[in-house]
């Protein structure tokens, strides 16, 4: 099945400057890479998806990469704010068993 | 507005007995799921359901019990045999697409269940 691993497992940066987290999967197969932000005693949140057939989507703040090739999809904040303090994990579509493989998440610490 | 619903957001269970974790939703998805979360760990899937009336085991089903009566409706039952059920429960649900198309899940809010 699929595996995805996310580094680092923790991530601090200065109010203003950008986050990166960088997401790598197993089965060249997968076509669905979504991202969620869980803050601290809720549930995990959608934040921005890609399917295999786009390199790049952006939403505002955020941007999520894949390479293919590479087998790697990043997630991208730029002008980092307090609030996106959270936990983020990625996650990359099963395509044998329709479900979405997640990795372990990123603690990312804004310092204000 | 659809969303999906868990209840109680806080449980405390004695050891010894058999709790219940409730899990709605209204927003038509077929498959539905359970996931433990422990302090500073990912997401581990308990039980999944595509469709009503039928569920499949997880990576960590042992001490679980699920049904699927309803679509709406996937309640998780934690047993007694479960050895350390302190955590954070998620449930979430999401399109089943046998397709191409892949969507993504729709998470509650949790459960957090302590054993006192």
């Known amino acids: 099945g699929e595996n995805v691993e996310q580094h680092p497992s923790t991530l601090s940066v200065q109010e203003g400057d950008s986050a990166v987290i960088k997401c790598t999967y197993s089965?060249?197969?997968?076509?669905?890479f979504p991202w969620y932000k869980q803050e601290l005693g809720k549930g995990p949140q959608l934040i921005i998806d890609i399917r295999s057939n786009v390199g790049e989507k952006k939403d505002q703040r955020i941007a999520v990469t894949l390479n293919k090739t590479a087998k790697h999809f990043s997630l991208h904040i730029t002008e980092t704010q307090p609030e996106d303090s959270a936990v983020y994990f990625c996650?990359?579509?099963?395509?044998?068993?329709?479900?979405?493989?997640f990795g372990k998440g990123n603690q990312v610490v804004v310092i204000p | 507005d659809g969303g999906i619903t868990q209840s109680p957001k806080y449980l405390f269970r004695k050891e010894g007995q058999n709790v219940t974790l409730s899990c709605e939703q209204n927003?038509?998805?077929?498959?539905m799921y359970w996931y433990r979360q422990d302090p500073g760990q990912g997401l581990r899937l308990i039980y999944y359901?595509?469709?009503?009336?039928?569920?499949q085991k997880g990576d960590i089903a042992e001490g679980y019990s699920v049904s699927r009566e309803k679509k709406e409706s996937f309640p998780l039952t934690v047993t007694s045999a479960q050895k350390n059920p302190t955590a954070f429960y998620l449930c979430a649900s999401s399109i089943r697409d046998r397709f191409v198309q892949a969507y993504g899940y729709t998470f509650g809010s949790g459960t957090r269940l302590t054993v006192v």
């Open positions: 089965d060249s197969a997968s076509n669905y």
């Open positions: 927003l038509n998805h077929d498959a």
């Open positions: 996650a990359a579509r099963d395509y044998g068993n329709n479900r979405l493989a």
């Open positions: 359901s595509q469709i009503v009336n039928d569920f």
